[in-house]
């Protein structure tokens, strides 16, 4: 699809086999890079290898376009592809090092942006150079070799007469004439629109102002949501269930989950109940596990499925009503969420710190009651329940030591008749035939514990042989329920208590709009030494937007000072990027208009745009360039400029578009992934087409007319040449 334009503009299959050519080629080159760097094939590497595509048709197709024209005006062949090498030698690569300059501020990211982006640029710059070296040697190669018994006079000058081609001949012509009406409309209405530059100029930029405007509306999200076919929801059951309770009640969750899921669509269903044994495993786990009562359900879906996120929703109600009392919440399932969610089991983490557990846990209940009142704020919960049961045992010191005990044999004692020996005392056997030794523990049967009477018949002594001094626990403290934390949590020493949540509906920006002013008020609440921190996708989708959009800035700054450096002109580099604008403005456009949220990708497309938008200035600023210097007036000169270069600025434009297009689509398991990247430089490379074709035209003639009235042009001796010299 790629060389469809090349096809039809050129109207000669030569060419578009040329240009085809030379991207699978780039590619390989690219990935063996890739290789050599240390980077692996993955989402990150092939989006990147995706996105320059588009890219990779504009070299081949600026080489065999000049050759066209060089031929065309009647050169011989071999001499043709030289004087077109010798052209367009040095604008190509500045052109190409424009598309990598700017993603040279990704390699400043921190954090998780970093480990993302940067194999993406690599990916963009090294297809993007490989193609550059591809369409200095292997493109001249081919246009010599396909075209060696072409005429002189023209490489589309035979024509093959075979019955079969005669529709698309026909079509091809059709083609033809319907463009050069449409070159010479194009002609008139810039023409019309020069007599009204100042104006048009002016009501451009307010455009484009009133367009960055609506960036507000779009949603803030750090990356877009992936549908992976697959979901994981957390069970968990009234604090204090036993293990075979809660296995119980994920047989009945299961049950509604295959009732919801037709059979056919259903891959499998994992369930992981209680709490790993192991520390390490524990250490591990993205699930916020708190106790037996806890289990994860692993979902499978299979191909050509309903959308999960229907599945969750519909899930998210059924079970808050058939099962009151338990609580559900949905966990990132595929491996880019809980990459996003740094471990944590929710993309916004609230932690209320502080020593003052009772005070922080009020303050943490009533801010998660006040952000489940808000729309888009799903599975808002707080991590450490204080609904465990559990039982107090209060010892009465004064009789104990008169008994002849301290508090801690009465802690030892009990602790050694219900958990065991070997916290407290810990005894090894060794067996004389192996050699190796065993930890043996010893403890009360459970069946000898089922009720506060035994608890209370108890033995209790200090471990002293001789020293009668054995008693029971009833004659030395007092038993009594009462309810607590599960676990208790800290974090930098500091105990916390977190309020996890998702969203759902809404982006995440629009969410954290509205809970930063609950935060800030609860935050005034907060005994002396207490604090809230917000953690998650959320701060660092903040942190992520500070870096890339510097990087924008740095980016186009670099391509402005590489121009100017080509050039050798301050005023000719501002008028190539004042195409840039526009650029920007059509990335916010194609993100609204596909109803696609901000995002840390839009954002890379939106970087990707400056270098891309710029290519199409250079081809008609440089030649208007040389117009002006031939003799012509610069409002003559720009009007030639953009008639003489729509056709090249077309081809080039819409091979990229076609290229981004499967990206846009976001096609696939996980295409969704990429997709606000290839919009936004569809959208941002259409509309800076446009400004490229009309605005900076205008840009050109009333600077340089200015320039040239005031006497103050500093013209450059060596200009960035026009990749072709003569309409094709």
Known sequence: TCALPILLFLRDWRSALIVVANIPLALLAAVLALWLTGQTINLMTLGGLALAVGILVDDATVAVENIHAHVGSGKPLHQAILDSAQEIGRPAFVSTLCICIVFAPMFFLTGVAHFLFVPLAKAVAFAVLSSYVLSRTLVPTLVMWLYRDMPAHGLAARRTTAVGMQPFLSFQASFERGFERFRAGYGRLLSDCMQHRKGLAAAFMLFCAGSWLMADMLGEDFFPAVDAGQFRLHVRAVSGSRIEETARLVDQVEGVIRDLVP???????????????????????????????????????????????????????????????????????????????????????????????????????????????????????????????????????????????????????????????????????????????????????????????????????????????????ANLATVRRANGPPLISHYNVVPVIDIFGSVDGRDLGSVMAQIDPLVARARAELPRGGAIVVRGQASTMYASYRGIGIGLVMAITLVYFLLVINFQSWLIPLIIISALPGALAGVVWALYLTQTTLSVPALMGAIMTVGVATINSVLVVSFASDNVRRGMTPMQAALEAGVGRVRPVLITALAMVIGMLPMSLGWGEGGEQNAPLGRAAIGGLTLATVASLFFVPIVFSLLHGRSATSGSSNEPSRTFQDPSTSQT
């Open 263 to 473: 059979p056919h669509e259903l891959a499998g269903v994992v369930d992981t109940i209680g709490v790993p044994s192991s520390g390490i495993n524990l250490s591990y786990s993205t699930s916020g596990l708190v106790g037996p009562g806890d289990a994860d359900v692993l979902v499978s879906l299979r191909r050509d499925h309903r959308p999960t996120r229907d599945y969750i929703r519909e899930l998210r109600k059924t079970l808050a009503r058939n099962f009151p009392g338990t609580l559900f919440y949905f966990l990132p399932a595929d491996i880019v969420d809980q990459t996003l969610n740094f471990g944590l089991p929710a993309p916004f983490d609230i932690q209320v710190v502080g020593r003052n557990e009772s005070r922080s846990r009020e303050i943490a209940v009533r801010l998660a009651d006040e952000i489940r009142r808000i729309p888009g704020a799903v599975d808002v919960r707080v991590q450490q329940p204080a609904d465990r049961p559990k039982l107090e045992v209060s010892v009465n010191r004064d009789k104990a030591s008169k008994l002849g005990l301290t508090e801690r044999d009465v802690a030892n004692s009990v602790l050694l008749n219900l958990s065991g020996s070997s916290q407290v005392h810990p005894t090894f056997w060794l067996n004389p035939q192996t050699g190796v030794q065993y930890l043996v523990n010893v403890r009360a049967p459970e069946h000898a514990m089922t009720s506060l009477a035994a608890l209370d018949g108890m033995p209790i002594s200090a471990s002293q042989p001789g020293q009668a001094d054995g008693q029971i626990l």
